[in-house]
């Protein structure tokens, strides 16, 4: 027997909320820019995963400049994190270099003085050793 449509919708709602309640869920921040008055965000540490991303950057003979889109968060933490160039990353390399970008961890942009959350474009210069 079929739930009846508005029993279905109530239930995908209720299950939405109840993941956004859970301990360490993210509610959702605007993202914004840098340009204008949002002052851009400053690494202070992170990469603890450079000798393994060494090894599939040699392994893989990738090497040039990468360009990488990611949100920093208000709190400093690394949020999504799209490779954009080159397209075709080999997924050793990709999934590496993600694990690396998203331990950084950086003085927050602001915005009038307050932290906020910014795309943010990063590019890396990869020569193997």
């Not at 239930?11 to 993210?26: I, Q, T, Y």
């Not at 965000?41 to 990488?68: D, F, Q, W, Y």
């Not at 075709?88 to 003085?113: C, H, M, N, Q, Y």
């Amino acid at each position: 027997m079929k739930a009846p449509r508005p029993l279905v919708r109530l239930a995908v709602l209720l299950s939405l909320l109840a993941v956004e309640s859970l301990p360490g869920a993210r509610a959702a921040e605007k993202i914004y820019e840098v340009r204008g008055a949002v002052v851009r965000p400053e690494k202070v540490s992170g990469g603890g995963h450079r000798e393994e991303l060494m090894k599939a950057l040699n392994a893989t003979r990738t090497l040039g400049v990468l360009i990488v889109q990611t949100v920093i968060r208000s709190d400093g933490t690394v949020g999504k994190v799209e490779i954009l160039r080159p397209r075709k990353v080999p997924p050793e390399v990709g999934a590496v270099l993600r694990r690396d970008i998203e331990s950084w961890r950086f003085k927050p942009a602001t915005l009038d003085g307050r932290p906020v959350a910014v795309h943010y474009t990063l590019t890396l210069n990869v020569c193997p050793q």
